[in-house]
């Protein structure tokens, strides 16, 4: 990654001028393993009639340059109203659970766009409700 100049306060003409590449005292300096971990995951929202909550937040980190392994947890919350003529109901589930996975990357810039061709292999085990066993919330 492409460091930028770091600049001195203007002199008297106010041009701003380059600092000469030294280090810093006192500063952070962050941790080489630090470079090869990625945070990712996702995030999504749905509200109406059918509620989706869906939090999944996962961590990476790469061993070499071919092989990358992580963890991640998942959360789902469901909610669901159903009407029937004067009746309505509404169910709701919660899922929950964590996974690990592996890619393996035999392929980097393959397309002109720079993108890689990889191998991605992933176990999940998910505390599951289906809606069939969810709890009628409310029964009107």
Request: net charge negative; proline share 4%; hydrophobic share 45%.
């Given at each position: 990654m492409a460091q930028l100049p770091k600049y001195n306060d203007s002199d008297s003409s106010g041009v701003t001028k380059p600092n000469k590449a030294e280090p810093q005292k006192g500063k952070f300096k962050r941790p080489k393993w630090f470079d090869h971990t990625?945070?990712?995951?996702?995030?999504?929202?749905?509200?109406?009639?059918?509620?989706?909550?869906?939090?999944?937040?996962?961590?990476?980190y790469e061993v070499g340059k071919v092989f990358m392994g992580g963890i991640g947890f998942t959360y789902l919350y469901n909610r669901v109203r159903l009407t029937s003529g004067p009746s309505s109901y509404i169910f709701e589930t919660n899922t929950y659970g964590g996974r690990a996975f592996a890619r393996l990357l035999p392929l980097r810039n393959v397309f002109s766009n720079g993108d890689a061709f990889f191998l991605h292999g992933e176990y999940e085990i998910l505390n599951l409700e289906d809606f069939a066993s969810a709890s009628v919330i409310k029964k009107g």
């Open positions: 990625y945070v990712g995951g996702g995030l999504g929202l749905q509200f109406g009639s059918y509620t989706v909550v869906d939090l999944s937040p996962m961590v990476a």
